[in-house]
Structure formats: structure tokens, C-alpha cells
């Protein structure tokens, strides 16, 4: 195959997100110095406009869809929904980050550097298209949230958060490089398209189970980044860990970047050898919804709670892959898109009243609640009430269409026992209302201030969001049906 | 626009307003949840008319929009005769319910009565919805107002009772919510009418096991909500930690929903799964009639006795729905509207009785016939209904129930039967204690009901002596809707039930005397 080393004007365009990114990304780390300590937001502001910029060039760029650089990204319509999804995500978090890092006095610049690097590399996780490339992009992601979840360095905590997150991710990826090893060993490929074509036409016999054998280790790496069971034991201790607006981050953006790889890998590349996976990827989501949902039962600590509610949830969004169809990876994408806002407008919440040193993290802290501040209140209800998946929610629909996916691929007890798990469920989450609605207020909410305007404005977009995913989700659904067909 | 659509969202514009009125506006509150729920009221009473006048057996008041394009998702209200009752019973409720709460909720007013409106429209949304989708999302926006007003006006148990009140239902949609998604896949559409069609002309045709699992999954989610034995605990403790408007409509309208749901969907799209579960369900219902009764005869709490009556009462509206006979039917629905009225009044008037002696003990009372004329009149008009006293409403519902069931079997309705008596001992009692004796010095002290009370009363009584009297009101709507449900389930029987030639005459002379 002849080879253009010479990229054309369209390659740089349909990969102008992340070169805007990492250009502001390193632009903030040299403004660092020439900046006086009482013009610190500066930093938010370039990192709000790169974001805002980066996420025009996503949408733009899905106007001229197609390959680049060699067929080593694509551009399609599900790279543009993750790509959309992850720069949001960073925006939520710049808005709601800015604030706590004042609060702890650590406003510097590093931290919207590593931000914007670290969504720059979900952007080409979400592009990527070849087993490369995702190893890159995962890499870029990864690293820069490794230091993100060890932020304040003073803070034990954060420490032990980064680390352990570090050390077991490094150990997982290890799995995902030796899974693409061995898969270019077997098949001679990195590009998804060309492994399936391989498996699809010269893929017999032993190969098929050469193949198997690297899409198990690949779902180990995977695994281990979207935290199903059961590799899910790091989420706990990082989420809690970890700043709350690094927690923020970390559950949504990086979680959807990891899911759409998954998708794109074992959908495209795998897609042939389905009978090897399908039953590996749906006992994996079965122990992640029940390993999940269990464990936040007895949770006090609210990050940590949410840490195994983010665990079930990615076992929802397991089923929807397990059912291999194209309704399923639709579902998933508009689940991961639901569950980004709940979990944001959630961890917004608790950033702003953890209060400094994140001194109020217990679920009892959050007494009266709603009492003292109805709107806030009110408002994580709505997002208690969409992870519960009650109606009108975007958590509600999201969850229908994830288990119509599953019932559509005959997976029935599947099905069953995710709608009980999700009863269960709503038991930890109704624990929430119960405190902030039932009891009285306590010292904790007594001395609370308003919403800063950065996390309102986070809470309230998420909000509103989520509303407009529950009762009108045709607008995210046609989107995400139209572009669910990744292969072509 | 019908004036279904109305009456449906005036509640829900009446929510969001109230949460624009500034919090401490408590008599502000007040009257615009009222005046907005006498509105929704008076407007209901339109969709009485063309039961009335023209007399149509089928659906009214229709809207069928698209709502969600793809899963195809429509907003599909309308009512029929057995709708029609219900959302009136749930019109005419709320008022009283705000009348109810207007002193005895003094602590976030504003909070109450948004509830209490959001309530309102999910329940009528309940009772309207002909696409699954719909009807499941008001399934589950009509519990998380009911949760909130047990969990923050409740008792002192009310946190345990709302949890508890709420993961069961929940726990029972979900079983639903996968019935739904699989009869979606088969048919392409929520439509109820078309997938009901569908099942009936056999271009839907789940396997005889899928019908059966389909079956369940339904019916459990009704079975927990109406409650039907043994999924009846959370009841008791839901009805006793609720606060007096949470009661009621939680007894009068909530459970309806499930006793609605297994008349209007369970047994319909799944005739023959119903008739060969039916010897279990109807042991279930009988077992419920009778538990319910003597577990209420021995309640030292008013409001426990209360909702121990109502697991008896419920169970002959399931006996009567799954009897499979006109009267059954009949009975059924009209025993819903009975239970309704009746069991709401006594809510009530425990709820009078708590605000100005601060207990639910039967035995911190006595005498109170001396102190509270009134209170004790009212009283005891309600108790006769709810025992079943002719020329009273439950009368005619219990004596159809029975009818229907006898029909079919004959030592059913012994058995049922047992039940109403119980039900006049556990009352009886009930009354004989709490009014009758001496009033201590705390009872004597009493003040007997005002001018707001009897507002609430009143319409009540006048409901229970109508219904007991003029059936003719209701019934016709009431049995041209169900016989549109009997029909094709009727036509099926042959193939499972055996029939009887006696008891077949039976049925006709009655038919013939009604």
C-alpha cells in the first residue's frame, strides 16, 4: 500500500480539536510564569474558550466526515458524539474546578493544563482507529488524570488516590499493549477495519481463537478503565480519594472516552468473533451492576458511594454492549451522555459543599438540606432521581433503551436481573433524599453558603439537561441511531 | 386539545406555580392549591357528559400525538367509563385532601401542596394513558410525590414506611418495565390498543410460556400496589405513617392503580394466562379478604385498622376481576370507587380525631358520640358504608363481587363472604369503643367538627348514600367499558374453564332480574 506521508488541509481540520487543546494546553503551562498571582483566572478563561473552540472544530469537522492520516483517525459520527461529549465534559469541570481550587488555595495553572491534555487524548480515543492510536490517546488521558487525582500533593488522600490509580492503570494498560501484540501477531494489522476483514474472510480456525485470546486481554484493559467488575477494585479508593472536581472529571469524561473504544474495538475489529466475547463482556456487566449496587449499599462517604454507583452504571452500560447490536451501542451512547450530566450536576453538588479540606463528605453531612438551600437540593434530587431511573430523567430513558437493546438480543434474565439490580439501587440513592429532605439540619448545611456561579452554572445545565434527555430524548437519540452504525 | 388534556395539566401548571410562590405566603398557598384543585374538579365534571347523554362504549376525550419518534413513543390519552370514575374519584379528592391538610400541615406548606398537586396529575395520568410508555412514566411520577409526603408530613416511623412503600413498587415496575420493553419488540409500537388487537387477532403471538412470564411480570407489579396478599406489608406501615391527606390518597386512588392495571391490562392481553392463574390469584384474594378482616379486628391503631380493612376490601376487587363474569367486573370497578370514597371518609375522620387528641390509640378515646355529635354522626355513616350496609355505597359493589363470583364458584363467595361479616365485627368494634362509653376528661374537652370539616364530609356522605342508591349513575358507563374488556376474554374461555351447565342458568336469571 502506498503510503502519503504529506497530510492534506482536510487531516489537520478533522484533527483540529486536539491540536487546538494541546496549543492551549501548552500555552497556559508558559503563561504560567508571566502571570501575576492576582490574575489567576486567566488560566480558567483560555482553558474555557480552548474547550469552547475545540468543541466549534468537533462539530464542524463532522461536516466533512472520513479518515486521516493514513486511515489512522476517523471522523465520523459517533467520534464526533464522544468528542462533543468528552470537551463538555471538560467545560463542566473547568467551571466547577475553579472555585474548589481557590478554596484549597491551589489555582495554578498546571491543573487546566493537565486538563485540556487529558481531554485531548479522550478526543482521540474517540477518533482513533487503529489499535495504536487508542493506545496513545489512552495514554495522553490517562496520565494527565494519574496526576490530576494526586492534585493537592499535601493531602494523603490524594495521594493514595493517584498512586493506586496509577500503579493498577499502568498494570492494566499492560494487558491492552500485549492484547494489540498479540492481535498483530495473529491478524498483521493495527487497523480495526483491515482486523475485521481479516477475521471476517481468513480469520479460521486457530486464528479466530488467537483473536479471542487478544480481545480477552484487551477487555482487561478496558475493563479496568470503565471500572467493570472485576477489575472495578481501584474505583472506590480514587474516586474518594481524589479532589471532588477531579472525581467530577474522572467518572465522566474518561469513562465515555474508555466505553467508546471499547465499542469501537469489539464492535468493529471483534464484531466477527462475537460467540468468543459476548459471554465474557455480559457476565462482566451482571457482576458489575450487582458488585456495585451492593457495595454502595452500606457506603457513608458520599464520593465513595457514587464511586460504586458509577460502577453499577458502567455494568448498565455493559448490557447494552453485550447485546451487540446497533440499538445497543445507541443506547449506550445516549446512557454515557445521561449518566456525564447526573454524575457532573452530583459531583458539582459535593465539591461545593464538601467545604474546604472537603471536611463534609459523609451522606449524614448532607442534613436538611433541603431546608437550607431547596433549589441545590432540589436539584440533586433530579440527579438521585435520574441515576434511580425515574421517569422523565434522562437516567430513565437511557436505561430503558439500554435493556429494549438487551431484550432485543433475546439476553432476557440479563435484562431481568439489571432492572432488579436497579431496584436495589434505588434504595442508596433514596438514602440521599431521605437525609437532605427528611432530617433536620444540622451544623453541616447550617453553615453552608450559596452556590459560587461556576458550580451553578454546572448544576444547572446539568439539570436542565438531563430533563430535556427525559422528556425529549429525540434530540440526543436520532443523533446517536444515525451514527451507532460504526461499521460500514 | 380535549378537555381530558385540560384536566390532566392544569394540576401539573397548578405544581409549578406554587413553586413560585414565595415560602412563608402560607395562606396564599393554601387557597390557590384549593381554588386550582376545585378547578380541576369542576372541569372533570365535563367529561362526565357523553357517558351520560350519549352513552358511548368506547373511548372519549381521545389525543394521540407522537412524542418520541423512534422507539415509537406516543402521547395516547383518553378515557372510557372505567377511567372516567376514576380520575373523578382523583378530582374530587385533592380539594378535600387540601381542605384536609389546610391547619393540620403547618411545617413546609408549600412544599405539601406542590406534592399534593403533582400527585393529582400523575395519578389522572395513571388512569388515561392508552400508550405503555405514558402510562409507565405516570406509574412512576405518581410515586415520587407520595414518597416525599410520607417521608417529610409523615409519623414517626415514616422514613422506614417510605423507603420501604417505595422500593416495593419500584421493585414491582421494574418487573413491569421489562414486560412492557418485551411486548415493544414484539409489536413495534406502545400503543395499548394496537398491541391488544395485536394479541387478540394473533399477529402478536408470544408462546404460551411467554404469555405466562408476561403475565407475572404484570401482575406483580399490579399485585404489590393494590396490595393482594403477601405483598401487602408495606400498606400498614405506609398508611399509618402518612400523614391524613397522604392516607387518603394513598387508599382511595394509589392502590386503585393497581387494581386498575390488573383489569385493564393483565387480564385483557393475557386472557388465558389469567384464567390458569386464576385459582391461585382468586385463593390469594380470598386469603387477603379474610387476613385483612382479622388482622383488623385485633389493631389497637385506628389507622392500622384502616388499612388493615382496606388489604380485606381490595381483595374482593381482585376476587371480582378475576371471577371473569359481568358482575365481577362490574363489582370490581365499582367496589374501587366505594373503597375509594369510603375508605378516604374514614382516613378522614381518623385524621380529625388525631389533630385534636394528638392519638391513633383506640383506646385514648371513648365517649366521643357525647363530646363530638357531629364528628360521631359522620362517623358512623362512613363505618355503615364500609361495612356494606344496603342503600349505602359498598353494598352494591360487595353483593356484585359476590354475585359475579358465585357464579363460578359458589364456595368463593362463602368464603369471601366470611369477610363482609368480619368486616361489620372488626367496625362495629371499632366504633363502639371510640364513641360509645364515658369520655374521659381529655375526650370531653374535645371541640366537635367546623364549618371546614363538614365541607369535607359532606360531599362524601352524599357520595355514599348516591352510589348506594342511584347505581344507575354509574353503572351503565361502568359495564359498557367492561364488557368491551370481558368480551374477547369471554370468547376464550371455552378452551380453558370448564363450564357448568347449572350455574350457567344461574347466571342468566340474574342477568335477567338485573
Known amino acids: ?488 | 386539545m380535549t378537555l381530558l388534556d385540560g384536566v390532566l395539566f392544569l394540576p401539573l401548571v397548578a405544581f409549578l406555580f406554587i413553586l413560585l410562590f414565595p415560602k412563608d405566603g402560607v395562606n396564599g398557598i393554601r387557597w390557590f392549591s384549593l381554588i386550582a384543585s376545585v378547578i380541576v374538579f369542576l372541569a372533570s365534571l365535563g367529561l362526565i357528559a357523553p357517558y351520560w347523554f350519549a352513552n358511548p362504549g368506547k373511548l372519549t376525550f381521545e389525543t394521540d400525538l407522537p412524542w418520541i419518534n423512534s422507539p415509537n413513543i406516543h402521547y395516547h390519552v383518553a378515557i372510557d367509563g372505567i377511567s372516567l370514575w376514576l380520575v373523578l374519584l382523583t378530582t374530587l379528592l385533592t380539594p378535600l385532601c387540601v381542605l384536609v391538610s389546610w391547619n393540620s400541615v403547618q411545617k413546609r406548606v408549600k412544599e405539601f401542596f406542590a406534592f399534593l398537586l403533582l400527585l393529582e396529575f400523575g395519578l389522572i395520568g395513571v388512569f388515561c394513558s392508552f400508550d405503555f410508555f405514558l402510562f409507565y412514566v405516570f406509574w412512576e411520577i405518581a410515586l415520587v410525590p407520595m414518597y416525599f409526603l410520607i417521608g417529610i408530613w409523615g409519623h414517626d416511623r415514616r422514613i422506614y414506611a417510605t423507603v420501604k412503600f417505595f422500593l416495593y413498587t419500584f421493585a414491582g415496575s421494574m418487573l413491569m418495565l421489562v414486560g412492557i420493553i418485551y411486548l415493544y419488540n414484539q409489536a413495534g409500537t406502545f400503543d395499548y390498543a394496537t398491541i391488544l388487537r395485536g394479541l387478540q387477532n394473533g399477529s402478536i403471538a408470544p408462546t404460551y410460556q411467554e404469555q405466562f412470564l408476561l403475565f407475572l411480570g404484570f401482575f406483580i407489579a399490579f399485585a404489590i400496589k393494590v396490595p393482594l396478599f403477601p405483598l401487602h406489608t408495606w400498606l400498614p406501615d405506609a398508611h399509618v405513617e402518612a400523614p391524613t391527606a397522604g392516607s387518603v390518597m394513598l387508599a382511595s386512588v394509589m392502590l386503585k392503580m393497581g387494581t386498575y392495571g390488573l383489569l385493564r391490562f393483565c387480564v385483557p392481553m393475557f386472557p388465558a394466562a389469567a384464567r390458569n392463574c386464576s385459582g391461585w390469584i382468586v385463593a390469594l384474594a380470598i386469603i387477603g379478604i379474610l387476613y385483612g378482616a382479622l388482622v383488623a379486628l385485633v389493631q389497637p391503631n385506628m389507622k392500622k385498622l384502616v388499612a388493615y380493612s382496606s388489604v380485606s376490601h381490595l381483595g374482593f376487587v381482585v376476587l371480582g376481576i378475576f371471577s371473569f363474569t359481568q358482575q365481577g367486573f362490574d363489582g370490581a370497578v365499582y367496589q374501587m370507587l366505594n373503597h375509594g370514597v369510603s375508605t378516604g371518609a374514614l382516613f378522614i375522620v381518623v385524621g380529625f380525631l388525631y389533630e385534636r387528641r394528638h392519638s391513633l390509640e383506640i383506646n385514648a378515646y371513648g365517649g366521643v358520640a357525647t363530646a363530638m355529635p357531629g364528628l360521631a354522626t359522620v362517623f358512623m355513616i362512613t363505618m355503615l358504608a364500609s361495612i356494606g350496609l344496603p342503600l349505602l355505597n359498598n353494598f352494591v359493589g360487595e353483593f356484585l363481587v359476590l354475585q359475579g363470583t358465585a357464579l363460578i364458584n359458589f364456595r368463593w363467595a362463602i368464603f369471601a363472604s366470611l369477610g363482609a361479616i368480619f368486616a361489620a365485627c372488626y367496625m362495629l368494634w371499632l366504633y363502639q369503643r371510640v364513641c360509645f362509653g364515658k369520655a374521659s376528661d381529655e375526650v370531653s374537652k374535645l371541640k366537635d367538627l367546623g364549618a371546614r370539616e363538614y365541607a369535607i364530609s359532606i360531599p362524601l356522605i352524599v357520595l355514599m348514600v348516591w352510589m348506594g342508591t342511584f347505581t344507575q349513575t354509574f353503572i351503565p358507563s361502568i359495564t359498557t367499558s367492561t364488557a368491551v374488556i370481558l368480551g374477547p376474554v369471554d370468547a376464550k374461555r371455552d378452551v380453558h374453564v370448564r363450564k357448568e351447565p347449572s350455574l350457567q342458568l344461574t347466571g342468566k336469571e340474574t342477568a335477567d332480574a338485573r
Open chain 1, 1 to 488: 500500500m502506498p503510503v502519503n506521508f504529506t497530510p492534506s488541509a482536510t487531516d489537520y481540520l478533522r484533527f483540529l480539536p486536539e491540536i487546538i487543546m494541546i496549543l492551549a494546553g501548552t500555552l497556559i503551562m508558559v503563561m504560567e510564569p508571566l502571570i501575576g498571582s492576582n490574575k489567576r483566572t486567566a488560566f480558567s478563561s483560555v482553558t474555557l474558550l480552548a474547550f469552547v473552540a475545540a468543541l466549534v472544530a468537533a462539530v464542524s469537522a463532522n461536516n466533512s466526515p472520513g479518515t486521516s492520516f493514513s486511515n489512522m483517525l476517523i471522523v465520523d459520527g459517533f467520534a464526533t458524539f464522544f468528542r462533543v461529549l468528552v470537551i463538555g465534559v471538560g467545560i463542566l469541570s473547568v467551571l466547577s474546578a475553579s472555585a474548589y481550587l481557590r478554596r484549597e488555595h491551589a489555582d495554578s495553572a498546571e491543573y487546566y493544563a493537565l486538563l485540556l491534555f487529558s481531554v485531548s487524548g479522550q478526543c482521540v480515543m474517540a477518533t482513533a482507529n487503529e489499535l495504536i492510536m487508542i493506545f496513545i490517546g489512552l495514554e495522553i488521558s490517562s496520565i494527565a488524570t494519574y496526576i490530576l487525582a494526586g492534585y493537592l500533593r499535601d493531602d494523603k488522600r490524594n495521594n493514595e488516590s493517584a498512586l493506586k490509580y496509577f500503579l493498577l492503570g499502568s498494570f492494566a494498560t499492560a494487558f491492552l499493549l500485549y492484547g494489540i501484540a498479540w492481535i498483530y501477531g495473529t491478524t498483521g494489522s493495527t487497523n480495526l477495519g483491515e482486523i475485521r476483514n481479516f477475521l471476517l474472510t481468513g480469520g479460521a480456525g486457530h486464528n479466530t481463537v488467537l483473536a479471542g485470546t487478544a480481545a480477552a486481554l484487551m477487555f482487561v484493559g478496558f475493563a479496568f478503565k470503565v471500572s467493570a467488575a472485576p477489575f472495578q477494585i481501584w474505583a472506590p479508593d480514587v474516586y474518594q480519594g481524589a479532589p471532588a472536581p477531579v472525581t467530577l472529571f474522572m467518572s465522566a469524561g474518561p469513562k465515555a472516552a474508555a466505553f467508546a473504544v471499547f465499542m469501537r474495538v469489539f464492535t468493529t475489529a471483534f464484531g466477527p468473533i462475537t460467540n468468543h466475547w459476548e459471554a465474557f463482556v455480559w457476565s462482566s456487566a451482571l457482576l458489575t451492576m450487582i458488585v456495585g449496587n451492593f457495595a454502595a449499599l452500606t457506603q457513608t462517604n458520599i464520593k465513595r458511594m457514587l464511586a460504586y454507583s458509577s460502577i453499577a452504571h458502567a455494568g448498565y452500560v455493559m448490557v447494552a454492549i453485550a447485546a451487540h447490536n446497533q440499538i445497543g451501542i445507541a443506547a449506550a451512547m445516549f446512557y454515557l451522555a445521561a449518566y456525564a450530566l447526573m454524575n457532573i450536576g452530583a459531583f458539582a453538588v459535593i465539591t461545593h459543599f464538601s467545604r474546604q479540606g472537603e471536611k463534609y463528605v459523609n451522606i449524614e453531612d448532607l442534613a436538611g438540606l433541603g431546608w437550607k438551600q431547596p433549589v441545590t437540593a432540589a436539584l440533586f434530587s433530579i440527579f438521585l432521581l435520574s441515576f434511580i431511573g425515574v421517569p422523565l430523567t434522562g437516567g430513565f430513558f437511557g436505561k430503558f433503551y439500554i435493556f429494549k437493546s438487551a431484550l432485543d438480543a433475546n439476553l432476557i434474565w440479563l435484562a431481568i436481573l439489571g432492572l432488579l439490580n436497579s431496584a436495589v439501587a434505588a434504595y442508596y440513592y433514596l438514602r440521599i433524599i431521605v437525609v437532605m429532605y427528611f432530617e433536620e439540619p444540622g451544623e453541616s448545611t447550617a453553615t453552608l453558603e450559596p452556590l459560587t456561579p461556576g458550580i451553578r452554572t454546572t448544576v444547572w445545565v446539568s439539570a436542565v439537561g438531563i430533563l430535556l434527555l427525559g422528556i425529549f430524548p429525540s434530540i440526543l437519540l436520532n443523533f446517536a441511531t444515525s451514527s451507532s452504525a460504526l461499521v460500514k
